[in-house]
């Protein structure tokens, strides 16, 4: 398929850069007081403030640039928005900057990420301009880190943004395809009607009906270490089957493959900083089509467990293909399995877009995960195994139902149905959106990643690394 992500890097350390004064709003005066009378009286007189991602160009006499400043603003006003450094640099003019800041540590690395992720574009079908202004890599920072993080989440957003026309079943294997012979990774497909043989009756039930065959995409990586499985929801285009969904809620579902596009994003950065943990990645990609073949409301399948699945919602798709990848993976008893989808409307009402809901019983990575959310500025919300909610998955004539009727705690059930299918192994699931519905600092409208910069933070605790 050939994607290649934007490069997002920082700018060679070989340029002349332009001094550029990360200040927060109570440190303002301070530095002014050491500024020269016409650094002052232009600070002052552009009504300057340090407000979070407030710029200003600062000119010497001889009408060149002296320096440039960005606003940090305070603690309180950084709480309502996360990447000023990003907001500020989309607002300054052309050129290389080099910051200067009091910053070290996680703050830092977050606000020269942001300012990466800020220049990201998605150019492929019309042109599309990137912010001009270029970061030198903050000293006392893992530029190559940061730049990985990047290259990543831009791998995200770019899948998530290319249209199911160009970015169904087929595509998507093609671009784990390529991410696997970048890093040297294994890589196999069952498709098609293999799937039946080799006991995946759910993937290729849910995608039998498209033009494109469904398949089971696995990629794996590294001899040593923890085992570590990542599942990801690659439903390329949701009609919502028989169950048609109006054309407003249908108007978006090219981002019903953000869980594989988000897992892949996050298998590229751990390949890439060489995480020392056997990694695999396991990728239902299907289109929930309406065709004379399509499954049925009323069906009752037998998945790859062996548990039988009521089906009173053809929409409900993305956990029956899940289903049948988490069952699979757990046969390889791996350390820690987590699976990420766009599943349910149920958690965008809950939590609204930011927020990456996520289920686990274990305490342990509930704790890293919290700890490398706020490290990574990528937040994520707990949500709970409610096992008292497990009857509304049980109908009586089958095993499980993959819809629940009366639209309570969707995303909950959703998450019960799944960890059904996670036998015993260490198992979270997020239920993550995908999408930024407005632009924000370093995050442009569009497809975008969440909670795989909080998980690669916290892996190393979690996997003992």
Same mark, same amino acid.
């Given at each position: 398929?050939?994607?290649?992500?934007?490069?997002? +890097?920082?700018?060679?350390?070989?340029?002349?850069?332009?001094?550029?004064?990360?200040?927060?709003?109570?440190?303002?005066?301070?530095?002014?007081?050491?500024?020269?009378?016409?650094?002052?009286?232009?600070?002052?007189?552009?009504?300057?403030?340090?407000?979070? %991602?407030?710029?200003?160009?600062?000119?010497?006499?001889? %009408?060149?640039?002296?320096?440039?400043?960005?606003?940090?603003?305070?603690?309180?006003?950084?709480?309502?928005?996360?990447?000023?450094?990003?907001?500020?640099?989309?607002?300054?003019?052309?050129?290389?900057?080099?910051?200067?800041?009091?910053?070290?540590?996680?703050?830092?690395?977050?606000?020269?990420?942001?300012?990466?992720?800020?220049?990201?574009?998605?150019?492929?079908?019309?042109?599309?301009?990137?912010?001009?202004?270029?970061?030198?890599?903050?000293?006392?920072?893992?530029?190559?880190?940061?730049?990985?993080?990047?290259?990543?989440?831009?791998?995200?957003?770019?899948?998530?943004?290319?249209?199911?026309?160009?970015?169904?079943?087929?595509?998507?294997?093609?671009?784990?395809?390529?991410?696997?012979?970048?890093?040297?990774?294994?890589?196999?497909?069952?498709? %098609?009607?293999?799937?039946?043989?080799?006991?995946?009756?759910?993937?290729?039930?849910?995608?039998?009906?498209?033009?494109?065959?469904?398949?089971?995409?696995? =990629?794996?990586?590294?001899?040593?270490?923890?085992?570590?499985?990542?599942?990801? +929801?690659?439903?390329?285009?949701?009609?919502?089957?028989?169950?048609? +969904?109006?054309?407003?809620?249908?108007?978006?579902?090219?981002?019903? =493959?953000?869980?594989?596009?988000?897992?892949?994003?996050?298998?590229?950065?751990?390949?890439?900083? $060489?995480?020392?943990?056997?990694?695999?990645?396991?990728?239902?990609?299907?289109?929930?089509?309406?065709?004379?073949?399509?499954?049925?409301?009323?069906?009752?399948?037998?998945?790859? +467990?062996?548990?039988?699945?009521?089906?009173?919602?053809?929409?409900?798709?993305?956990?029956?293909?899940?289903?049948?990848?988490?069952?699979?993976?757990?046969?390889?008893?791996?350390?820690?399995?987590?699976?990420?989808?766009?599943?349910?409307?149920?958690?965008?009402?809950?939590?609204?877009?930011?927020?990456?809901?996520?289920?686990?019983?274990?305490?342990?990575?509930?704790?890293?995960?919290?700890?490398?959310?706020?490290?990574?500025?990528?937040?994520?919300?707990? =949500?709970?195994?409610?096992?008292?909610?497990?009857?509304?998955?049980?109908?009586?004539?089958?095993?499980?139902?993959?819809?629940?009727?009366?639209?309570?705690?969707?995303?909950?059930?959703?998450?019960?149905?799944?960890?059904?299918?996670?036998?015993?192994?260490?198992?979270?699931?997020?239920?993550?959106?995908?999408?930024?519905?407005?632009?924000?600092?370093?995050?442009?409208?569009?497809?975008?990643?969440?909670?795989?910069?909080?998980?690669?933070?916290?892996?190393? $605790?979690?996997?003992?690394?």
């Amino acid at each position: 398929m050939d994607l290649k992500p934007v490069d997002l +890097k920082f700018a060679s350390v070989d340029v002349d850069a332009t001094p550029l004064y990360l200040l927060e709003a109570d440190g303002l005066e301070a530095w002014l007081g050491q500024q020269s009378v016409p650094v002052k009286t232009w600070v002052k007189g552009a009504g300057f403030a340090a407000k979070p %991602g407030e710029a200003l160009a600062v000119p010497a006499t001889d %009408g060149s640039m002296l320096c440039a400043l960005a606003g940090y603003g305070d603690v309180a006003a950084r709480k309502r928005g996360r990447f000023a450094l990003a907001a500020a640099a989309a607002r300054l003019p052309e050129g290389n900057y080099k910051l200067v800041s009091t910053l070290e540590g996680p703050e830092l690395e977050a606000e020269a990420l942001g300012w990466l992720l800020g220049q990201y574009v998605f150019d492929r079908y019309a042109e599309a301009k990137a912010p001009a202004a270029r970061l030198l890599a903050p000293e006392g920072m893992n530029a190559a880190k940061i730049e990985a993080i990047a290259k990543g989440e831009a791998l995200t957003r770019d899948l998530i943004n290319t249209p199911a026309n160009d970015m169904g079943p087929v595509a998507l294997e093609a671009a784990a395809s390529e991410l696997a012979q970048a890093h040297g990774a294994e890589f196999h497909v069952i498709r %098609g009607e293999a799937l039946l043989d080799e006991n995946f009756p759910l993937i290729h039930t849910v995608g039998r009906a498209s033009d494109q065959a469904p398949r089971l995409i696995d =990629m794996r990586w590294g001899a040593a270490g923890p085992k570590l499985t990542l599942v990801g +929801k690659g439903v390329c285009f949701d009609t919502g089957g028989l169950n048609l +969904k109006p054309g407003a809620s249908m108007a978006l579902m090219k981002k019903d =493959m953000g869980g594989a596009a988000t897992v892949l994003g996050l298998a590229h950065m751990i390949m890439a900083l $060489e995480l020392k943990v056997q990694l695999r990645v396991l990728i239902p990609a299907v289109e929930n089509a309406v065709s004379s073949n399509a499954f049925r409301p009323g069906d009752i399948l037998t998945s790859r +467990k062996g548990l039988t699945v009521e089906i009173n919602n053809t929409d409900a798709e993305g956990r029956l293909v899940l289903a049948d990848a988490l069952a699979f993976g757990a046969e390889g008893t791996p350390d820690l399995m987590i699976s990420m989808a766009t599943l349910t409307g149920a958690a965008r009402v809950a939590v609204g877009p930011d927020l990456a809901p996520y289920f686990s019983d274990d305490e342990g990575f509930v704790s890293a995960l919290e700890t490398g959310a706020a490290t990574a500025q990528d937040p994520v919300w707990r =949500m709970p195994f409610w096992e008292a909610y497990e009857t509304m998955i049980e109908p009586g004539i089958a095993d499980l139902d993959n819809a629940p009727s009366g639209g309570f705690a969707g995303c909950i059930t959703a998450a019960l149905f799944l960890r059904r299918f996670a036998g015993d192994v260490n198992y979270a699931h997020f239920d993550i959106y995908g999408w930024n519905p407005a632009a924000k600092p370093a995050r442009p409208k569009g497809g975008v990643g969440m909670a795989a910069r909080a998980l690669l933070e916290a892996l190393p $605790e979690v996997l003992e690394l």
